[in-house]
């Protein structure tokens, strides 16, 4: 009998359903929502009620592109944590009332390990340990991966989170939202040893960006005080040198996790996985370091299903199902 589960993510402000057939995705559908780039950000309220909206074409559409109905699935996927309470609470609702009236066991995923998981959706796949750097617009970790359901977290983001160093950043420079692609594109154009900033000196495995971002604030002030064209000027320059210390930061504290744990299969995931520099990054490192790379492909990079699904189906050969009580956590 085959297992067919329908996967539903709608953690932020993407609503995304995939099928997985026998660990096979053969459908990943993503309504997007265009209503936040005039706020800068994303706005919960707006983004739920969305969620509403896009949920159930959303699924209709998964399932007709994976060739089968409601009738023939075995299990119902969906993320319960972490992410924004209303847009959880959408996705987590739909799943349950599903599973409740196909009767059919529920898996719930955590959204983190999801993202660690869409490494193993295309083939060549890693091997354990897998040592991977999930890096999102709210979350920055180093995973080290013992098992598809085995994960454990060896490094983590003090306070703020890589993507959103890039994020806070475009908005100084007054570009629109989401403003993270924009300065990877300028990037491209520009030079990255132009501008220097520090790099944050904390111990072990963790991370620190609020250091940084306050320093691009305040670097921004004082040339703009001189040169009230500075950003026009220098923007290109100015996003490569930015693009430059995150990825340095990033870098340096993942080349030393994988030396101390001896790992040669490394990966990256989370939606800053898409950057240009960071793919460049990593395969150069794994040149150097002798590793063997694995990167999503871009659709499964940012929040979707397909690793929602992914996740769901080793969950569901192992037998971790939920009840109906379950519920979600932004946490």
């Known amino acids: 009998m085959s297992i067919n589960i329908l996967a539903i993510e709608s953690s932020c402000d993407e609503t995304s359903a995939a099928v997985i057939k026998d660990g096979k995705i053969y459908s990943n559908f993503i309504a997007n929502q265009t209503v936040h780039e005039q706020y800068g950000g994303v706005v919960p309220e707006l983004a739920s009620r969305a969620h509403q909206e896009n949920i159930v074409p959303v699924v209709d559409q998964a399932l007709k592109k994976a060739g089968i109905t409601q009738n023939d699935l075995t299990a119902v996927a969906f993320t319960q944590s972490p992410g924004l309470i209303g847009s959880l609470l959408v996705g987590s609702c739909f799943a349950k009332a599903m599973a409740l009236a196909l009767d059919l066991p529920l898996i719930a995923v955590q959204h983190m390990d999801a993202h660690v998981m869409a490494n193993f959706i295309d083939d060549p796949q890693p091997t354990f340990p897998f040592l991977c750097l999930t890096v999102s ?56 040893h132009r501008f220097t900033f520090s790099e944050p000196q904390i111990p072990g495995l963790d991370f620190s960006f609020s250091g940084l971002k306050t320093g691009i604030l305040y670097f921004l002030q004082d040339n703009l005080k001189k040169d009230p064209r500075f950003i026009e000027n220098n923007l290109h320059d100015i996003c490569a040198s930015v693009q430059e210390r995150i990825i340095s930061i990033l870098m340096n504290k993942f080349i030393k996790a994988a030396r101390e744990t001896g790992a040669t299969q490394v990966g990256i995931a989370g939606g ?35 690793m929602i699904a992914m996740t769901a189906h080793y969950k569901y050969l192992a037998g971790e199902f939920v009840g109906l009580d379950v519920v979600p956590s932004p946490r």
């Open 137 to 192: 617009g709210g979350h920055t970790q180093i995973v080290l991966c013992k098992g598809h359901l085995h994960m454990e977290i060896i490094g983590k983001t003090l306070d703020d989170a890589a993507g959103e160093a890039f994020d806070k950043t475009a908005k100084l420079l007054g570009l629109p939202y989401p403003g993270g692609p924009l300065i990877d594109k300028y990037a491209q154009q520009g030079n990255p």
């Open 272 to 306: 800053v996985s898409a950057n240009s520099g960071l793919r460049k990054a990593m395969l150069a490192a794994g040149e150097r370091e002798g590793w063997q790379v694995f990167i999503p492909k871009f659709e499964y990079c940012t929040d979707n299903a397909a």
